[in-house]
Nanobody
């Protein structure tokens, strides 16, 4: 089973940028979709962005235009470029994947994911 390890979190001022990475222990070639979730203290986990094996992307309205998801299958790595960060983006960010094909956005079903990472903390100061 593929294992996921996130990195790239940290403390940044509002308006700044961070790039998260999610390295997979094995090939992600057969993975149908991967995505980034986040969970802030006291809030429910939410899907931030997702990308299919064909490179089709989905972004939540709250991050649209600011966050960009991408994947490099040759490096077995998923990325999340986060620009124009806001204090409300503060959360633990997790990557996840599914082998199940979902034709419609957001391409991932939270209760049917095949692997999760341990998370990386993003803190945005005002």
């Amino acid at each position: 089973q593929v294992q996921l390890v996130e990195s790239g979190g940290g403390l940044v001022q509002a308006g700044g940028s961070l790039r998260l990475s999610c390295a997979a222990s094995g090939s992600i070639f057969s993975v149908n979709a991967m995505g980034w979730y986040r969970q802030a203290p006291g809030k429910e986990r939410e899907l931030v962005a997702a990308i299919t094996s064909r490179g089709i992307t989905y972004s939540a309205d709250s991050v649209k235009g600011r966050f960009t998801i991408s994947r490099d299958d040759a490096k077995n790595t998923l990325y999340l470029q986060m620009d124009s960060l806001k204090p409300e983006d503060t959360a633990m960010y997790y990557c996840a994947l599914t082998y199940t094909y979902n034709s419609d956005p957001p391409f991932l079903e939270s209760n049917a994911l095949d692997a999760w990472g341990q998370g990386t903390l993003v803190t945005v100061s005002s």
